[in-house]
């Protein structure tokens, strides 16, 4: 196994005057599970796509497993799983018969792998059963199935979760990390903040550029200098416009019922009290709060 299982140097991608992935550099070390956060336009599938080999870089080099991803995929491939957003099932097939069509492309010629991927994402129970018939959590199962039943080093996952329900989401994960253990190395891309704290790093993009790759502790601890609060006051909305105002605070918003706010500074409590009742809102209080990957984002994409 080599001892990186990616090295990234300046990726880019232009499509015509529209540059969708720009001089992206990052590693990805044995048994990671890398988060790939950023909304949907950002640039995450055209960089798992040049890692795949589906697209030619326009500028910068990549290798995967040690292989050159431009001239060398055809040897990629065979050693990675690749989940892409739009499930790749075909409905009129059974689970069984779909596992079966990716095993032949992969190679796998043994039945007894099928069941044991089967077992794997727990829908044995279903294997007769048409895809286009099954609830979209066991269809990401299923994909995600086919996606591992030859049984790869790396494997990619775009959007897996993408409009599967909460429950779904955190059993999907359960999966992720039961093959991490067993020592695959797992890049998964999603625009969900609070999936991506699951990962083991995080790598943030906006239009394209990779704004930072860290473990998420270090991403809270040094994107901004100040702190995060929950801050309580009424009317809410005054409260809101209010926040806006004080020089110590460089960015608010609604959370549930109660505002989040950012300061530029290391400040206490009772500074941002203090400048919230001399604008006259009542019930006044401000806690530091732990800041989120959404707190993160903002301030690295300001």
């Known amino acids: 196994m ?18 969708a992935v720009d001089h992206v550099t990052f590693d990805v070390e044995p048994g990671e599970v890398i988060g790939y956060l950023g909304p949907n336009g950002s640039g995450k599938t055209t960089t798992i796509r040049m890692l795949l080999g589906l697209l030619l870089p326009t500028e910068g080099a990549a290798t995967v497993l040690g292989l050159d991803a431009t001239r060398q995929a055809e040897d990629i491939r065979p050693q990675v799983g690749y989940m ?38 727990g829908l044995s129970h279903i294997r007769d059963e048409r895809a286009g018939d099954l609830p979209l959590g066991w269809r990401q199962r299923l994909a995600l199935a086919t996606a591992v039943v030859h ?6 996952l775009d959007e897996p979760t993408s409009g599967v329900d909460p429950l779904a989401r ?4 359960d999966l992720i990390y039961g093959m991490a253990e067993k020592g695959v190395t797992i890049f998964v891309t999603t625009h969900y903040m609070d999936e991506a704290e699951y990962c083991g790093r995080v790598g ?21 200098h100040g702190k995060a609060w929950d801050v309580y006051a009424r009317p809410i909305l005054e409260a809101l416009d209010g926040l806006a105002t004080l020089p110590e605070v460089q960015r608010a918003g609604l959370s549930g019922d109660h505002l989040r706010a950012i300061s530029r500074t290391d400040l206490q409590a009772d500074t941002l009290e203090k400048g919230l009742k001399a604008l006259g809102l009542q019930d006044v209080s401000a806690r530091p709060t732990t800041p989120t990957l959404e707190d993160v984002f903002l301030a690295l994409s300001d």
């Open 84 to 121: 892409s957003q739009k499930f790749a099932l075909y409905d009129e097939l059974t689970a069984w018969e779909n596992l079966m069509f990716y095993a032949g492309v992969y190679g796998v010629a043994d039945r007894s792998r099928l069941t044991e991927t089967l077992d794997l994402v």
């Open 151 to 156: 049984q790869p080093t790396l494997l990619f």
């Open 170 to 173: 955190r059993a999907f994960w």
């Open 204 to 224: 943030i993009m906006r239009r394209g550029r990779l704004l930072a790759m860290q473990p998420t502790s270090e991403l809270k601890r040094t994107a901004f």
């Open 2 to 19: 080599p001892d990186l299982i990616v090295h990234v140097d300046g990726l880019t991608k232009r499509f015509g005057s529209f540059t």
